[in-house]
T-cell receptor
Framework: RKEVEQDPGPFNVPEGATVAFNCTYSNSASQSFFWYRQDCRKEPKLLMSVYSSGNEDGRFTAQLNRASQYISLLIRDSKLSDSATYLCVVKGFQKLVFGTGTRLLVSP | DVKVTQSSRYLVKRTGEKVFLECVQDMDHENMFWYRQDPGLGLRLIYFSYDVKMKEKGDIPEGYSVSREKKERFSLILESASTNQTSMYLC????????????FGSGTQLSVL
């Protein structure tokens, strides 16, 4: 079983839609959780950290469910510029483990 | 803004060559990392360093070595390049801490022929 698993997508949604991605992790001792965004042919960039109580940053909401070992990312009112690959990242003992990413395509 | 600079955007080498990938960061970060990214496999950690002259193996260190003689510079070395090392190589840096934010360089697409 992979340490961090994501649905690769692509998720095709129209502008204005709400879309959600999930990510599961296998190590119950994982301590920190993040979502990174990667545009085509670019480097990953931190989108947001994920806190135990859930957190929101504008149109983006991240949730953590420790009991079921998954994190989620909700994007409301999707924009064309949200088209990218979203990487789930989990911190284990010493290092960050990246998921393979979920691709989002937002169309007009 | 933090800047992580990788010396080459594209590199083409021949099998058996020794290859050096250079990475420099300008924000006095303690931690530096080398990843490779392949379709369907995501980012995989090759080596990392939490201090000068310190290095730790990541998940896929075979065929690679690293050097960190100065805090701002972390070099990845392919001792004898092979075709299965064709990949996108990403360097990253971060401050020390439990929730360190990674800052990535723009990557080096290495092709080994």
């Amino acid at each position: 079983r992979k340490e961090v698993e994501q649905d690769p997508g692509p998720f095709n949604v129209p502008e204005g839609a709400t879309v959600a991605f999930n990510c599961t992790y296998s190590n119950s001792a994982s301590q920190s959780f993040f979502w990174y965004r990667q545009d085509c042919r670019k480097e990953p960039k931190l989108l947001m950290s994920v806190y135990s109580s859930g957190n929101e940053d504008g149109r983006f909401t991240a949730q953590l469910n420790r009991a079921s070992q998954y994190i989620s990312l909700l994007i409301r009112d999707s924009k064309l510029s949200d088209s990218a690959t979203y990487l789930c990242v989990v911190k284990g003992f010493q290092k960050l483990v990246f998921g393979t990413g979920t691709r989002l395509l937002v169309s007009p | 803004d933090v800047k992580v600079t990788q010396s080459s955007r594209y590199l083409v080498k021949r099998t058996g060559e020794k290859v050096f990938l250079e990475c420099v960061q300008d924000m006095d970060h303690e931690n530096m990392f080398w990843y490779r990214q392949d379709p369907g496999l995501g980012l995989r950690l090759i080596y990392f360093s939490y201090d000068v002259k310190m290095k730790e193996k990541g998940d896929i260190p075979e065929g690679y070595s690293v050097s960190r003689e100065k805090k701002e510079r972390f070099s990845l070395i392919l001792e004898s390049a092979s075709t299965n090392q064709t990949s996108m190589y990403l360097c990253a840096s971060s401050l020390r801490g439990p929730n360190e934010k990674l800052f990535f360089g723009s990557g080096t697409q290495l092709s080994v022929l």
